[in-house]
């Protein structure tokens, strides 16, 4: 194994690695660190979104809370402080919605899904200085649709809508 890169939160090695069938390749592999992703619902069902801009994509786009998991952190706890750090809420429940892999094709990460549900305005709101957010209110079939005609584009949103689709109509 060859570490390529060394981050705060991101490392890169290659190395090579045994394929089921016996042959040997080559690869790089993205070692990003896990993160969560919550979608908070209002008492009226409708759901609270950040419009986040992404410097790599050089836009805004609209996204479910999401954040990466400190050293030892647990996933729920990493959970509770992102929706308030990102929407100035906090939870009354956070139901797990499982987990997915993002890109399992060259990373190992794994963002694990909730659903939160009784939101109410948090004192404890303090967001990151290198993020650019604002919080939108969307109605759970507007929601849909957004994912539907591809307004919403993020990929943890999307499988968090589907993820959270029996609890609404």
């Known amino acids: 194994m060859t570490e390529l890169y ?3 939160r991101l490392s890169v090695e290659k190395r090579e ?8 390749v080559e690869r790089v592999s993205v070692h990003p660190g896990n993160a969560v992703a919550i979608l908070p619902f209002f008492d009226d069902g409708s759901c609270c979104l950040i419009r986040q801009f992404r410097f790599v994509i050089g836009e805004y786009i609209l996204e479910a809370p999401a954040g990466t998991l400190e050293p030892g952190e647990e996933p729920i706890a990493t959970a509770r402080r992102e929706l308030i750090e990102e929407t100035g809420f906090r939870a009354e429940e956070f139901l797990p919605r499982g987990w997915i892999y993002t890109t399992p094709g060259y990373s190992d990460e794994v963002i694990y899904l909730y659903e939160a549900r009784g939101l109410v305005p948090s004192t ?23 994912v ?16 959270c689709m029996g609890g609404w109509t």
């Open 6 to 8: 060394r981050g705060k």
């Open 17 to 24: 690695y045994t394929l089921p069938n016996g042959r040997q």
């Open 148 to 163: 539907r005609d591809g307004r919403i584009c993020d990929a943890k949103t999307i499988c968090l809508v589907c993820r």
């Open 124 to 146: 404890l709101h303090e967001k990151d200085e290198d993020e650019v957010i604002e919080t939108e209110k969307v109605p759970w079939g507007e929601l849909l649709t957004m």
